[in-house]
């Protein structure tokens, strides 16, 4: 049975169960408000120097996922990319995350891998035993003085809150290592797609069947389709009528140099006096990329509470907004006609790969209700859980 589909946004969930859905018969419209696909990873060329830019921040696809890995690889050349953080702490440059050079470097020795260990062993409060927050869970990890050298600062700037009314499940995800492996990731695939994100997406939503409309909000649409998909966020969706979810957003400042600036893609601020977060280097995401330009462009990060009329970076998921999660979450199970995905139609902050995966998996959930004859669910993972 073919179906007409309306899939609101055209970032990696929109396009996949775009794709999947065309290629199964059905057809599809596509709609983003912005005047490019690819969502937050869209990807450009940066007009003064050449460069490939993340323009809403730096995106490196990691996964051990070998079904998402050549999903991908199906639409575009994805390069080999090992992603290393540096991390600025009063004047001097650490390696991050954690490991046997940070500890050294921290604390002036030349410790071994288990004499590190028995150092971190003395400086953790051995008092907490099951973390509460994010706080007890770096004094539990790596102590008082790590603690406040690389994270507290750090956190209050990038959250806006006290490291205390953080869950502790947030700085559990960030490896703390006892060798000199400096990557800050640990997955099988590591890459960076040569043309870009946005090359990959539109090559996904290049097929028949799909019709892709940019600068367009579905408010504005007075079409009517079999069904929606809609990966906006939830709380829009329903016209915020009980409340807007929390979001932190972020702002950027873009410079120029000549030659490379600070030899390497990312580095942190964590000093709290220093307003940003980071600075991201963007000639260093595409080191296959680097003739025809001596220039580089950066930019300064600055995260705060997300307006209105912002874009939506990190769902801040504390209790208050999960109570309003819950409760949007129940209207659309109780709604007709519309399936949620993505990070925002779910509330939740996940990685390109997981993002991909679910969507492949949105995607057969629609097509085993529409050939079992049954409703289509309002969501293919729970956004409770």
């Known amino acids: 049975m073919q179906m007409s589909f309306c899939i609101v946004g055209a970032g990696f969930s929109g ?44 995106h490196i696809f990691h996964t051990d996922n070998e079904n998402v890995y050549s999903y991908v690889c ?68 790596v102590g008082e003085e790590m603690y406040r050298a690389f994270f507290r600062g750090y956190t209050r700037k990038q959250w806006g809150i006290e490291p205390t009314e953080l869950p502790a499940s947030i700085l559990k995800r960030l490896p703390l290592r006892f060798n000199y492996d400096d990557s800050y990731f640990a997955h099988k695939y590591q890459a960076i797609p040569r043309n870009g994100y946005t090359g990959i997406i539109e090559k996904i939503l290049d097929a028949p069947n799909i019709e892709v409309r940019l600068g367009c909000t579905f408010e504005q649409l007075s079409e009517s389709w079999d069904h929606v998909v809609y990966t906006g966020p939830i709380d829009r969706f329903f016209s915020f009528d009980i409340g807007r979810l929390g979001y932190r957003t972020l702002d950027f400042e873009t410079f120029y140099v000549e030659g490379d600036a600070q030899g390497t893609a990312i580095m942190n601020y964590c000093d709290e006096q220093v307003p940003y977060t980071r600075i991201t280097e963007h000639r260093h995401f595409s080191p296959w990329d680097q003739s025809g330009t001596d220039g580089s462009v950066l930019y300064r990060e600055y995260s705060r509470a997300c307006g209105a009329d912002d874009i939506p970076y ?67 993972i729970d956004p409770l859980s």
Do not use: W
């Not at 991390?87 to 390696?95: D, K, P």
């Not at 999960?322 to 995905?341: C, P, S, W």
């Open 15 to 58: 396009a996949v169960i775009a794709r999947s859905l065309a290629e199964n018969g059905h057809k599809v419209v596509v709609i983003d408000e912005r005047t490019h696909p690819g969502g937050n990873c869209h990807t450009e060329r940066d007009p003064k120097t050449g460069v490939m830019i993340h323009r809403y921040g730096p």
């Open 74 to 141: 199906r639409f575009g050349e994805m390069m080999p990319f090992r992603h290393r953080v540096m991390a600025t702490v009063q004047g001097r440059v650490y390696s991050m995350p954690i490991n046997l050079l940070t500890i050294n470097q921290f604390f002036g020795t030349t410790l071994g891998p288990s004499e590190a260990r028995e150092l971190l062993a003395r400086k953790r409060r051995a008092d907490i035993a099951q973390p509460a927050n994010f706080e007890e869970q770096a004094l539990s990890m």
């Open 314 to 380: 990190y769902p801040i998921r504390l209790v208050n907004e999960q109570a309003l999660l819950r409760q949007y979450v129940e209207r659309a199970r109780a709604t007709t006609g519309v399936t949620f995905a993505g990070r925002l139609g779910t509330y939740r902050y996940i990685d390109m790969d997981v993002t991909i995966a679910e969507a492949m998996k949105a995607a057969e959930m629609i097509q085993t209700a529409i050939a079992q004859r049954t409703a289509i669910p309002a969501f293919a």
